[in-house]
């Protein structure tokens, strides 16, 4: 790709991110200066006027950490303004490569490959993200059960209460569930230190598994 192509691609994608910026901006009925301000108060001093040019394309490029403090400013998740997720049919992602916007969603957060035509070699890696998705849904699947557990159990231990023996039943159930996604988790984790991942934390009633067979 030439210079001039690249330069191209670099100042409409920003402007992309621009629009996108903006959109999420009005939705919430912030001024620009109450956006720069947002930043400010984050670390990230953003003049007024600055982000001025970034809305109206007076500039051609921004930084990686502006996308990010905008992002958290805009308590906007940072891929929604990377993709004009629901407001467009397509979006340039890469110099010259289009995709529908909910394609590049999928592949900026390693659900799906880019569909740009070229083998797929992002297997491995998209499946390390996706164990620790995984992690994430089965701690609170796990924690979900436990306080379903403690609460049944509070009614199971009121003899007043006429559904005593149905709220035991619960507490029951709920704790074969919650014991069932430790077990995934244990599974998981080991397979996670296989891979050489550095491990989430754990809740203290999980710590357990790290230590299983010691």
Not at 14 to 30: C, D, I, K, S, Y
Not at 68 to 80: E, F, K, S
Not at 103 to 110: H, L, M, P, Q
Not at 119 to 125: T, V
Request: hydrophobic share 40%.
């Amino acid at each position: 790709m030439s210079g001039t192509s690249a330069t191209r691609w670099t100042a409409a994608y920003t402007r992309q991110v621009a629009e996108n910026v903006r959109h999420h901006r009005r939705r919430q009925g912030l001024s620009v200066q109450a956006l720069a301000d947002r930043c400010t108060v984050l670390g990230y001093p953003l003049e007024r006027a600055n982000l001025a040019k970034l809305e109206s394309g007076h500039r051609a490029s921004m930084t990686l950490p502006e996308l990010l403090v905008l992002a958290h400013a805009l308590h906007t998740p940072p891929l929604l303004l990377l993709t004009p997720l629901g407001r467009s049919d397509s979006v340039e992602i890469l110099p010259g490569i289009e995709a529908a916007p909910q394609e590049a969603v999928f592949w900026i957060d390693g659900t799906a490959p880019l569909p740009d035509g070229q083998e797929d070699e992002g297997a491995d890696a998209r499946a390390e993200l996706q164990m620790l998705r995984d992690h994430r849904r089965l701690v609170g699947e796990w924690s979900s059960r436990a306080r379903a557990v403690a609460a049944a159990l509070d009614h199971a231990g009121d003899e007043d209460d006429p559904h005593e023996g149905a709220w035991a039943e619960a507490a029951r159930a709920h704790g074969e569930r919650a014991e069932h996604a430790a077990e995934r988790l244990s599974h998981l984790r080991e397979s996670m230190r296989l891979r050489g991942l550095t491990l989430p934390g754990l809740p203290p009633g999980l710590l357990h598994l790290d230590h299983q067979g010691e």
